[in-house]
């Protein structure tokens, strides 16, 4: 698996390559139930279409909120996780 440091801002940008890569940090962190890779990996996401202030304004998440999502201090309720997942174009598929 890439490590999220040495992600470039293509491969980032690449919604095709985000979503494995979101995928696999999920995948691998289902069991030792560490997300912090994950939810660092949303903030590149969301940093490469946004600025903090207007993706807090797009998805009706308070900036301490999301910084505290992204930092992984704070776990997001499901509805704020879909917001956030939306708001970057994606969505959780359970298969």
Do not use: W
């Not at 994950?38 to 207007?54: H, M, T, V």
């Not at 909120?65 to 917001?83: A, E, H, N, S, W």
Request: glycine fraction near 4%; charged fraction near 25%.
């Amino acid at each position: 698996m890439t490590e999220l440091d040495d992600l470039t801002l293509e491969q980032i940008e690449d919604k095709n390559f985000f979503i494995n890569y979101m995928n696999e940090c999920l995948a691998k962190h289902l069991d030792d139930e560490d997300y912090t890779e994950f939810c660092n990996a949303l903030e590149l996401a969301a940093s490469a279409q946004y600025n903090i202030k207007n993706f807090s304004i797009k998805t009706g998440i308070t900036r301490s909120q999301i910084y505290q999502i992204f930092r992984g201090i704070t776990l997001p309720r499901i509805d704020v996780l879909m917001k956030i997942l939306k708001t970057l174009g994606y969505s959780i598929k359970i298969i």
